[in-house]
């Protein structure tokens, strides 16, 4: 079985197999969306395929709508997309071993904004000035909402659009802006712009994007005044934030030999141009969450049939932060460091280490939920639950502690800082009593030493301030005794790092005792965790 229009019209074939397949009539959806589209979407990558693109065929399957997706990407449209008439296969991957397997055909248009045919420019084109257009939504990472390098200087696509105006663009967000000047021609259509990207507070990263853009061209004379209050005004251009969380990574080797004795023989690698990996299927965890801002001037897809939660903007946000702050990245943080330092490869293996797993409970339940953001509409302590019960422990899954260790001093402020901050604003709780923080934090201390608890040297993952902060343990050998206050004093003090003084919130001696007790002796890294977690 190869995966293409042709060949999936042996149901019986594919359905012998165990593959869910559309429930719908493909070819009478594509022309529903010729005709009138209703969503296009930018960023062909695994989490548009594994979930949004699966929200849209739940929603076709039900009879909820009868119009599909049209993807905007890359080189992945002409090598994967097209080749196989914009179908993908959805392999889930549960906890317990077993995997569901979805063919998706929601996806009925495929457009590679790469390519200069004006064919495609055109296409685009009218697909933006079309009256029923609701939705423009992305997945091209933070980065793709970026018009300036590290140095803050604008980057030369984007300067250069910004010189000629909205006539031939360059840049990712110059080409989407154009093609919004085209919409604001057409009599300043309504649409949502909305960004899927799993960063906080997407929908103003796009607005100050595409607003930057109007901006400029209107000082400039390029394009009409209007243009600018047009992309400004809510009622007309709205930027909803969302919170979207799912695990879709590269292809599993162990999920290809599942798929090929069942049959499915589309499984080859498909290298870009930038060294990512595609394939025809996907595999992705189970538990997914999509929560957006109910801001739609055009209306929208009624996607809440599919899972998808539709809210306010303040309360995308508390999601956002009890995700971020609380219940899942801190304890992913908390495993990264300590599994690289007891030579762990896996955050799945991680979970059946006693001690690590004891100690990201105790960070989410005990010193975390108090706390708590609570967004009302997810449950924190269920989202714990099965984080630590479904997710993590999930041998599918193959993320590493290493990975999850890259940036890692680009992250303590939220992931821990925040629930320090609230320890230390509220009278009834004593920051200074936390204990599974303090040690996290000396853990990462000691991680900066470059040796694991075997005093084996270990290679650290990349991080902007990794020269900085090493330099300062440097001196500190395993076997080491005593005081270690004038080398972590630099680190612990740094509010950039931990957004507080540890010392002025009376956290960093406790730190400075737990480091000694950690870089004590060979084995030391064990013994402190089985001291202190039970």
């Given at each position: ?56 065929q739940t929603m076709l399957n039900k009879g ?188 599993d080797p162990k999920i290809k030999e599942m ?29 997914e969450y999509l929560i957006i801002e109910d ?240």
């Amino acid at each position: 079985m190869r995966l293409n229009e042709e060949t999936l019209k042996k149901t019986s074939l594919w359905e012998a197999a165990g593959f869910d397949l559309p429930q719908f009539d493909r070819d009478q959806v594509r022309k529903n969306t010729a005709k009138n589209p209703g969503w296009i979407h930018f960023g062909a990558g695994n989490i548009f395929r594994a979930l949004i693109a699966h929200a849209q065929q739940t929603m076709l399957n039900k009879g909820a709508d009868d119009k599909g997706i049209i993807v905007v990407g890359g080189e992945v449209i002409d090598k994967l997309y097209q080749p196989r008439d914009n179908l993908t296969a959805l392999v889930t991957i549960k906890a317990d071993g077993s995997i569901n397997k979805t063919v998706i055909g929601s996806i009925v248009e495929s457009l590679n904004m790469d390519d200069q045919q004006d064919e495609i420019w055109d296409r685009l084109k009218t697909i933006f000035t079309s009256e029923s257009l609701q939705m423009v939504s992305f997945t091209i990472t933070e980065k793709g909402y970026s018009l300036q390098d590290a140095k803050g200087e604008y980057l030369a696509s984007v300067a250069e659009d910004f010189k000629k105006g909205p006539k031939n663009p360059e840049s990712y967000m110059g080409k989407v802006a154009s093609l919004m000047y085209e919409r604001y021609q057409k009599g300043q259509q309504p649409v949502a712009l909305v960004s899927m990207d799993n960063c906080s507070h997407n929908g103003t990263k796009l607005y100050n994007a595409i607003s930057a853009f109007a901006a400029q061209w209107v000082k400039s004379g390029l394009v009409d005044a209007g243009f600018e209050t047009y992309i400004g005004n809510p009622s007309l251009v709205a930027f909803p934030w969302t919170m979207i969380d799912k695990i879709t990574p590269r292809p599993d080797p162990k999920i290809k030999e599942m798929l090929k004795k069942d049959g499915f023989e589309d499984l080859e690698d498909i290298v870009t141009s930038r060294n990512s990996f595609a394939s025809s299927f996907v595999n992705a965890e189970e538990p997914e969450y999509l929560i957006i801002e109910d801001a739609f001037p055009n209306g929208r897809p009624k996607l809440e049939e599919a899972g998808v939660i539709f809210t306010q903007k303040e309360t995308v946000d508390k999601v956002e932060k009890m995700k971020v702050c609380t219940c899942l990245n801190p304890l992913h943080t908390a495993l990264a460091i300590f599994g690289c330092l007891l030579g762990h490869t896996l955050i799945s293996q991680e979970m059946k280490d006693p001690e690590l797993k004891r100690l990201v409970e105790r960070i989410g339940y005990e010193e975390g939920l108090p706390v708590v953001v609570d967004p009302v509409i997810v449950n924190p302590k269920n989202f714990i639950d099965e984080v630590l019960q479904v997710r993590f422990p999930n041998p599918f899954m193959p993320d590493t502690p290493q990975r999850i260790a890259t940036d890692t001093s680009q992250k303590l402020s939220i992931r821990f800082g925040e629930t320090i901050k609230a320890y230390a604003s509220r009278s009834d709780l004593d920051v200074t009593g936390l204990q599974m923080i303090p040690l996290v934090l000396a853990g990462w201390c000691r991680y900066l030493m470059g040796v694991d608890d075997e005093g084996n040297a270990m290679e650290l993952s990349p991080d902007p301030l990794l020269e900085e902060v090493t330099a300062h343990v440097a001196s500190v050998h395993i076997g080491d005794q005593g005081d270690f206050h004038e080398q972590l004093q630099p680190i612990l003090s740094n509010k950039a790092v931990f957004g507080v003084n540890l010392y002025e919130v009376g956290l960093g001696s406790k730190v400075e005792e737990y480091f000694a007790e950690l870089v004590a002796h060979r084995g030391a890294v064990r013994a402190t965790l089985t001291k202190y977690v039970s």
